[in-house]
Nanobody, 117 residues
Framework: QVQLVESGGGLVQAGASLRLSCAAS????????MGWFRQAPGKSREFVAD????????SYADSVKGRFTISRDNAKNTVYLQMNSLKLADTAVYYC??????????WGQGTQVTVSS
């Protein structure tokens, strides 16, 4: 089992920045690829970004490319999502997830990000 706990969400104005953190415990963090997903009200959950076990392979959804940065610190068992130039459309509950193989098996409880005009 891997336990994931997100933090760092909040209410910000459009154009502001936030950094989300996801702390992992329970298993060897460096064995897991990690991803960030989000779910806006009335919408299905969508992919935001992911990072492989060493941080060498990273991908982003087109909607956040150039504004969000995913990173990880395996020594701290933590994955981050730096979010800059936030837009109203970024309002959602953000979840981190861990993948041991080809599917995300572990999910956090989510952290709310609300962007206001």
């Amino acid at each position: 089992q891997v336990q994931l706990v997100e933090s760092g969400g909040g209410l910000v104005q459009a154009g502001a920045s936030l950094r989300l953190s996801c702390a992992a415990s329970g298993r060897t963090f460096s064995n897991y690829a990690m991803g960030w997903f989000r779910q806006a009200p009335g919408k299905s959950r969508e992919f935001v970004a992911d990072i492989d076990r060493t941080g060498g392979i990273i991908s982003y959804a087109d909607s956040v490319k150039g504004r969000f940065t995913i990173s990880r610190d395996n020594a701290k068992n933590t994955v981050y999502l730096q979010m800059n130039s936030l837009k109203l459309a970024d309002t959602a509950v953000y979840y981190c997830a861990g993948a041991r193989t080809h599917s995300y098996d572990y999910w956090g409880q989510g952290t709310q990000v609300t962007v206001s005009s």
